[in-house]
Structure formats: C-alpha cells, structure tokens
C-alpha cells in the first residue's frame, strides 16, 4: 500500500469502549476511527507452511522461520477477524496519518502494528499513550504527543519488541515442547511436556523452593527467658532471642545459668517510631493483595482492574511501576476530593490541599520518571452506587484507599524497650522487651484493623522471627535497680520456607532479586535504566497467565486455602531436572532475566533503523539457541520417573492396559520376584512402564532401524511375546506381526487373554512357568532400547486403531511468555 495523497487522519484503536471515550474530541471529517479488538492476526501453524511439519516427528527439528506467517484471527465466539482486517484495510485508503491509540505498552503497540505491515502501510505513525481515559488524561496524552513528533518511529521500536518476544516463544514453545516430549519425556506419559522461554525458568524457581521444602529438617533452637523484680515491686520477663539463633543447647544453658544470678540497672528506652504507608500498586502487587484479601486468582483480578479502566475510574492497570511522576502532585487533592465523595466515611481524614504529604525518591510515592506506565490510581471519575458490580467496586475501594493513605501522615508508635545486659562466660548478652502504643495513626486510619496486611513478607521466605513484645510494660523508671528471679530455657523449632502462594507468584517473577542471596547474582538483576523496576521474568501483562499453563502441563498443583499455596509436581521436577541437564540455561531464572533484558533494549531504541537491527540480532540468537537446545535434545536419553507418582489424567486418561499386557507384567514379576504395582491392571500407563523397566530389549534386536512410514510398527518386545505364545499354543504367527502394530497387538489380544485369568493368585504373582519371553507388549510402540530410529517412529502421527498411542497435536504449542 503506498502512501495515500489525501490528508485525513485514522485512529486505531484497541477496543471500541476506548474508541467511543475519545470520539467526542473527533469533530473533523478528515477523522476516521477503527477498533481492533485484541490482536487481529494470529501465527499460522506450522503445519500449513509445510506437510512435513504436522506431525511430531525429530527429524523435522528444529523448525526455524526467518518470519512468523500470520493469518486472520478468530474471535471468542470464532469468527474470522477477516472482515475487520479488510475494513481497516478500506479506512487506510485516503489516510495521510495514522495515530496508534491502543493501550499504551508493547501488546497495544503490536496490536495496531502488525495489521498497519500486513496491509503495507508507509503513512505517518503517530503514538497516542493514553494512561488513562478521563479527559484530563486524554488532553494531556495529546499534548504529548504534540510534543513527540517522532513519537511513531519510538513506538516501532516497542512494536519490534514485542515482536521478537512472539518470534522467541513461537520458537521455543514448538521446538522445544516437540524435541522434549519425544526425546526426554517418560513413556508413562501421553501428554506433551511444554517448553517456553518464562514458563520453565518459572517453573525452576518453584521448584528450587519444592526441593529446599523437601529437604528442609526442622532443628531444635533456644531462647532464654529472665525474669527480673525491681525494688518498687514491678515484676517483668526479659528475652535473649538472638536473630542467630542458639542451635547449641550447651550454649543456651551457659547464658541461662549465668544470667540466672543477674542483678542491676534496667535500661528504659523511649521512642517514636515513624511508619510510612505502603507503596502504591503495580498490576502484580494489586493482584497479590487481592488474593490475600479477596481469594482473587491474578487473572481475574487482572480483568477487573481493565475494566475500571475501559470505563476511566483507573489509570492504565498492566504496569510494573509502584511510583507516579512528580509532575502529577498537582492533581492529588481533585482524585482525592472525588474518591471521598463515594468513600464519605472517610472525610474526615482529608487534610486540606496545603496538608497534603507528597514522598519523593524511590522510598516514597512520587518519582522524576516512574517508567513507561505509572502506578495504579483512582481518577476524578467515581462510579455511581450499582452502576458497577460489588467485586469491581471492592477493587476500586482498594486502590483509591492506597492513593488516599499514600498522601496523609506517617503512623507514630510510641515505642518503649527494657533491656539488660547479663554478664556470661560467652560475653555481655542481651535481654529485651518492647511494647508500642499507638501515639498517632496517621494513614493507617484509613485502613483501621487491616493496616497491618499492609506489611508483606517476602514469598518464598521463612517467615521472620518477631522482636519480642509484650501487650502491656510495668511502670519501671530508665536505670531502676532489678535482680533476677528466675532464667529458663525455651524450645522453639527452626521452620521450613513458606511455599509461594498463587497471588505472589506474579510479584516473584517480576521481583527476582529478592529470591537470590548472592550479592553478584543481586547485582546482576539490580536496573540501572530504572532502578525501581529490577530485571526479572515476563512482562506485567503476561506473568499471571504462566501458572495457568504449569497447571495445564501438571507441573504444580495448588494448594488449599484462600489464597492457595503452588506445590510442585513429581512431573514438574522431573521435567525441569530433564532441561537443567541437557540445556541448563533454560532453568536458569536469573541467566533468563538477563537474555530479557536484551529485549528491553529492542524497545528503547531511538530510531527504527536502530530497532530493526537490534531485533534482528535478537532473532539471529534465537535461532541459535534453537538450534543448540535441539542438539542437545538429540544427544539426552529419556527421564526415568516412578510410575505411581504420575497423574491419572497424564496416563492415557486412565484407559486399562490389554490382557497381554497384564499377562506379561504378571509373567514377568513372578520370574524376578517383583511386586506389581498398585494401578497396573487399570492403568496402561502404569503397566507400560512397569514392562519398561523390566523388559528390556535384546541387544542383538536393539539397534535395528524402524521405519518412517507405513503402519506403524510393534516394539521388539511385542514381537517377542507374540512368537512365544504363538509356539506355546502351537500356532503359526501372522508374518505382518513384524510390521504391523495393530496387527502384533489382535494378536496378543487373542492368544494372551485364554491365560491372563488364571496366570495370577491372590498376591499379584504369576503361577504359570515355562514361559519367559525376553520383552514385553508396549502400546506406546516405543522400543525399550531406546533406539534413534525407533524414537524418530513415534513422532510419525499413528493410526486411528484401538491401542496406539493418542496422535499428537500437529499444531505448534501456543507461544509460551
């Protein structure tokens, strides 16, 4: 499409709620508006650029594109976005200018991007940044943009980034999931093992944290209580709690004996302690508070807060800032003034405009530059009572507290300690108490009762050992004379680490500093383009849709509870030990935030000659790192995991083995003196292993090729088994039963039933001798050897007949983020 001669405007839009707040500022017959609706194009299976590339087969890894072909998408309720496409198509024609008016960030960004190159446009681009949508905001979003006038050629550069963060997971999520699950997978296992870029160093985080849980042996640790009488009669109890805590009890018993026969000055300390309101939200600390107050799964949580901002009460919600820019003090009485009218209980903690309190500096709310998006606020525009339902007016509550608390006074405890110091043959220790009284609330008036949620814990941490306190202190004077009455010994327990909920996870990726202890690693994931936003995993916009497919691919389960704790599977500690030793880079969370940072600086280029050669280079390493993580595939053998702990609905869907499997697993347990195990007979999955592991192929038989096409094959196992039983009973075998899997497997089915029944007594074992085939039946055509060519045999897709294993999807696995 060449550049058009007429001078009219178009503006594109992501969703028409956006399109329909703005249209009022387009009075001019040279506007026009379209919509999008979500991404329009969609990436074409691969299946449909080659015929080779629908089954899952090794041979054809790894697939490399040097672009993505696209196709028009579906709607939710499947309908071709074709028409839409072709629409805009027509609007462009006569366009002198486009102005990009999706959501602000790199998905708004390719939104509008990617149907403008499809169709060939080569107009100007201009970049609307709405952070929100009341018409202060919208006014000043095209002040802005005024001001910007490269503000198109800027946004390519996000475009391009969020591009080559398609291309990557495009690629790894296909040849990735294919290589893995055809190489490395367990043969218990019929549902694919998916790979991607986020989801598997993710999915290493929580399973670091599984095996530190696992390992973890609770360890017997001491504090020494000292109870000591003043003079006037004050009675009270001091602590020696040490923040390294007294593992040794000899140690515990030498400070108790000691500090037993103390006697001296009591130290009275008096304090005010300043406690400032918490940070504002960014879309994954909104989410984790959610779930903590609310049970909010992300993802709703997520839908929520982008609906209140379709309908302009919130600014812009997939931000990653806990900051707003200095610049925008000005508007905190107006938000404040309007939220009150909704939250009247309120009022009277609005101090006037002049009392206002605005924290500058990355401890406080307010920054020079917050990033691409500020944090989450309430706006000028208040919902009406029932003109939204009671969960998207819970949320807005929740943030227009947080904007009201973060603009009142700091919180003043009144703060008194009594301490001593005992002399000991280890040195002076110290014993302490501390009680607070609340002198001023300050913001936490605004929350009453729930101001102390607002102090979160590190996820993945033990939780820290409190400073002991005491409801209540006796009136004791500062240096008042006291002996000890009494000293003992307390036993209290070490605790394992707390498992990372379902709301945290999002705040874990997007904050993996806090998840490493090694001072470089910290260092390495610190920002210096924005310090207060450090490297991590994903994207706001994309963290809280990864546990939904480490759920999907049974990696993690979840836990009871509220907000329910991640526990990881066998399966998923299987899978990431399996990419750790072929392909270690791939668990490594902090070497992945490392490789993202690299795409971060795809989108701060300046120009587009500069974006496009840095994402060029970016997609020449992706392909490189296709290419060795198949390669390395290549050279793996398959994991070896317990049968038992696999998940009914991973093994086959719960479909029973044949007869001649269970003959043969009987068979074979009686001859090695094994004990079946429990869910054999009902389970193939299980039965199948089970033959895996103790019917091993010969090795005259075990490097023989396997054919690509044809019907598919029987496993050397099968083969034997069939040439046994078919001298056993005096038969002749069929001679397809070499070739021909459904063949070999009616075979079986026939022979091995007139003997399954009776081959077992009570306790699981065979009666029956004389008969010891070498290898057993294996429905998933797999050979026990585990030759190249016999692997290269499943990924050929099988037949539709009753036993094969179920054919894999042809289509690649979505991109993984």
């Not at 956006?18 to 979500?38: D, H, N, W, Y």
């Not at 973890?216 to 009270?236: C, H, M, N, R």
């Not at 944090?375 to 969960?391: D, F, H, N, T, Y």
Request: glycine share 8%; hydrophobic share 35%.
């Amino acid at each position: 499409m060449t550049a058009p001669s007429a001078s009219r405007t178009l503006f594109f839009f992501e969703k028409p709620s956006a399109m329909r707040q703005l249209q009022r500022f387009f009075k001019s017959p040279s506007t026009i508006c379209v919509s999008a609706e979500g991404h329009l194009l969609a990436a074409e299976e691969p299946g449909t650029v080659r015929d080779e590339w629908k089954s899952w087969r090794f041979d054809t890894l790894p697939i490399v594109l040097e672009r993505i072909p696209v196709t028009y998408g579906t709607s939710r309720s499947g309908q071709s976005h074709k028409p839409k496409v072709e629409a805009i198509k027509q609007a462009l024609e006569g366009a002198e200018r486009v102005i990009i008016a999706t959501d602000p960030g790199r998905e708004g960004s390719m939104i509008a991007w990617e149907v403008l190159e499809h169709l060939g446009y080569r107009g100007r681009v201009g970049r609307l940044k709405l952070g929100a949508l009341d018409e202060i905001s919208i006014r000043r979003a095209f002040t802005a943009m005024a001001k910007e006038p490269d503000s198109g050629e800027r946004d390519y550069a996000a475009y391009l980034e969020a591009l080559c963060r398609q291309y990557e997971d495009y690629h790894l999520g296909l040849n990735g999931t294919r290589a893995i699950s055809l190489r490395l997978r367990p043969p218990t296992f019929r549902e694919p093992w998916r790979f991607g870029g986020v989801q598997t160093p993710t999915l290493a985080i929580l399973a670091d944290l599984e095996k530190r849980i696992r390992d973890f042996v609770p360890q017997d640790y001491y504090k020494i209580a000292l109870t000591a009488a003043t003079g006037s009669g004050a009675e009270i109890t001091l602590w020696h709690a040490p923040k390294d805590k007294i593992l040794d009890k000899q140690i515990a018993e030498i400070i108790q004996q000691a500090s037993a026969s103390w006697s001296g000055p009591l130290g009275v300390e008096q304090k005010d302690v300043r406690r400032s309101p918490p940070r504002l939200f960014s879309k994954d600390t909104l989410a984790r508070r959610c779930a903590k107050r609310f049970g909010w799964d992300p993802q709703h949580t997520a839908k929520l807060a982008q609906d209140l901002y379709d309908q302009g009460y919130l600014t812009y919600p997939r931000t990653e800032s806990e900051h707003l820019p200095e610049s925008q003090t000005g508007d905190a009485s107006a938000v404040i003034e309007s939220a009150i009218r909704l939250l009247s209980d309120l009022a009277s903690l609005v101090p006037t405009a002049g009392d206002l309190v605005f924290r500058k500096g990355n401890k406080g709310h307010y920054v020079k530059d917050p990033g691409e998006h500020h944090a989450i606020v309430p706006l000028r525009k208040v919902p009406q009572p029932g003109s939204i339902s009671a969960e998207h007016l819970r949320l807005w509550e929740l943030v227009a507290k947080s904007f009201l608390a973060a603009h009142l006074p700091d919180g003043i405890d009144a703060r008194t300690t009594i301490a001593v110091q005992a002399p000991t043959p280890l040195g002076p220790k110290r014993f302490s108490i501390s009680g607070s009284v609340i002198k001023s609330p300050g913001w936490r008036a605004v929350y009453g009762a729930e101001a102390d949620e607002e102090n979160e814990i590190v996820p993945g941490k033990a939780r820290p050992d409190e400073e002991p306190t005491t409801g209540r202190l006796p009136p004791i004077r500062d240096k008042e004379p006291g002996k000890a009455t009494d000293a003992r010994i307390e036993t209290a327990k070490t605790e394992p680490p707390r498992r990372i909920t379902r709301g945290e996870l999002p705040v874990v990726m997007g904050r993996l500093i806090d998840q490493v202890e090694d001072p470089a690693l910290k260092a390495a994931l610190e920002n210096p383009a924005n310090p207060t936003e450090p490297k991590g995993l994903g994207t706001a916009a994309t963290r809280d849709t990864i546990l939904p497919k480490l759920q999907k691919s049974q990696y993690v389960d979840l836990l009871k509870g509220k907000d329910p704790p991640i526990q990881v599977t066998e399966v998923g500690l299987a899978f990431i030990a399996a990419v750790r030793r072929v392909f270690p880079s791939y668990g490594d969370p902090v070497g992945r935030a490392m490789f993202e940072a690299e795409l971060a600086e795809i989108g701060r280029a300046v120009t587009r000659n500069e974006a496009i050669h840095r994402a060029t280079s970016y997609q020449e390493r992706t392909r490189v790192r296709v290419q060795e993580l198949i390669g390395a595939i290549a050279q793996s053998e398959t994991v070896a995991i317990d049968p038992t702990t696999v998940p009914v609905s991973f093994a086959s869907a719960g479909k029973p083995p044949t007869k001649a499997m269970i003959a043969f697993a009987a068979s074979l347990a009686a001859r090695k003196g094994l004990k079946l195990p429990r869910g054999l007979k009902s389970n193939a999955a299980i039965c199948r292993t089970f033959l895996d592991q103790h019917a091993p192929a010969r090795p005259s038989e075990a490097g023989e090729p396997r054919p690509q096409n044809g019907p598919r094959p029987p496993s050397e196992a099968m083969v034997r088994y069939a040439r046994a039983l078919a001298e056993e009973h005096g038969v002749e075998c069929p001679p397809e039963i070499t070739t021909n899997f459904a063949v070999c497997r009616a075979f079986l089915d026939e022979h091995a039933s007139h003997q399954a029944t009776p081959a077992e007594n009570g306790n699981g074992r065979t009666n029956r001798k004389n008969r010891s085939p070498a290898a057993g039946s294996d429905r998933s055509g797999k050979s026990h050897a585990g030759t190249p060519a016999t692997k290269r045999s499943i990924a050929a897709k099988g037949s539709s007949t009753r036993g094969h294993a179920r054919a894999r999807p042809a289509t690649p696995t979505p991109p993984l983020r």
